[in-house]
C-alpha cells in the first residue's frame, strides 16, 4: 500500500524558516509525482509545489516562489519543502500527496491536488506576525 507521512510543522515567527518533510512508501512504478498542497481554516485547499521523482522537475505557485523549495532523496523516498521568509499568510495545514501523474504547473495551480489519490495527514504550519 502506497503510504505518505508529513513531518516538521510547528510555530515560527514571520521572517522564519521551517523544513516539511513527506516520507513516500509503497509505489511499485518509478514515475510519479509529489506534490505538497494546504489549507488554511476557511479556504480552499492551495497548492503550493509538486517534484517528480524521475528527473526532479518541479513547480510552484507564484505565492511561494523564490521562497520555498521542494527537493526529492530518492535513496530516502523522502521529498522536503524548505520554506524561508514565512509570512502570516503562510500558515495552513500542509499536506503531501502523490500519484502516478506528471508535475506540472497545472497540477500546482489548477487541480490543486484533485484527482491525486494519495494523501498524508497534514503538518500545522502557523506563522506569527
Not at 22 to 43: E, H, L, M, N
Amino acid at each position: 500500500d502506497v503510504q505518505l507521512q508529513a513531518f516538521g510543522g510547528g510555530l515560527v515567527q514571520a521572517g522564519g524558516s521551517l523544513r516539511l518533510s513527506c516520507a513516500v512508501s509503497g509505489f511499485t512504478a518509478d514515475d510519479y509525482a509529489i506534490g505538497w498542497f494546504r489549507q488554511a481554516p476557511g479556504k480552499e485547499r492551495e497548492g503550493v509545489s509538486c517534484i517528480s521523482n524521475t528527473d526532479g522537475t518541479s513547480n510552484y505557485a507564484d505565492s511561494v516562489k523564490g521562497r520555498f523549495t521542494i527537493s526529492i532523496d530518492n535513496a530516502n523516498h523522502t521529498v522536503y519543502l524548505q520554506m524561508n521568509s514565512l509570512k502570516p499568510e503562510d500558515t495552513a495545514v500542509y499536506y503531501c500527496a502523490a500519484d502516478y501523474v506528471r508535475c506540472t504547473q497545472v497540477l500546482v495551480t489548477i487541480m490543486r491536488g484533485h484527482g491525486m489519490d494519495y494523501w498524508g495527514k497534514g503538518t500545522q504550519v502557523t506563522v506569527s506576525s
